[in-house]
């Protein structure tokens, strides 16, 4: 069974940087393709940035490039997202999950493709 729990988020000024942590238990790095998604309150589920469970492939979305950069530890079982140049409309819930299925070839924008989530952590920027 996998378990993911996030933390590392908080209120931070435009312009500042956070990095988020997802705590995976087992054998879930290294077989999984991980991702960040992130909701904002009234807006549906959006992907953030995602890799590839060999760790070779990162994916992050337009919104987000440049600024942000998801990488994991495999030894500790851990994911991040380092997130820089933080903007106002940054602000969410942000949430870690795990594809549904082991080793996929291609890492996917759509929440569904996700069977396993942390429960999420808050990120406020404020102008």
């Known amino acids: 069974q996998v378990q993911l729990a996030e933390s590392g988020g908080g209120l931070v000024q435009a312009g500042g940087s956070l990095r988020l942590s997802c705590a995976a238990s087992?054998?879930?790095?290294?077989?999984?393709?991980m991702v960040w998604f992130r909701q904002a309150p009234g807006k549906e589920r959006e992907f953030v940035a995602g890799?590839?469970?060999?760790?070779?492939?990162?994916n992050h979305a337009d919104s987000v490039k440049g600024r942000f950069t998801i990488s994991t530890d495999n030894t500790n079982n851990m994911v991040y997202l380092q997130m820089n140049n933080l903007k106002p409309e940054d602000t969410a819930v942000y949430y870690c999950?795990?594809?549904?299925?082991?080793?996929?070839?291609?890492?996917?924008?759509?929440?569904?493709?996700?069977?396993?989530w942390g429960q999420g952590t808050q990120v406020t920027v404020s102008s």
């Open positions: 999950a795990a594809d549904r299925k082991l080793f996929r070839p291609r890492i996917y924008s759509a929440y569904e493709e996700y069977g396993y």
């Open positions: 890799i590839i469970w060999s760790g070779g492939t990162t």
């Open positions: 087992g054998r879930t790095l290294g077989r999984y393709n």
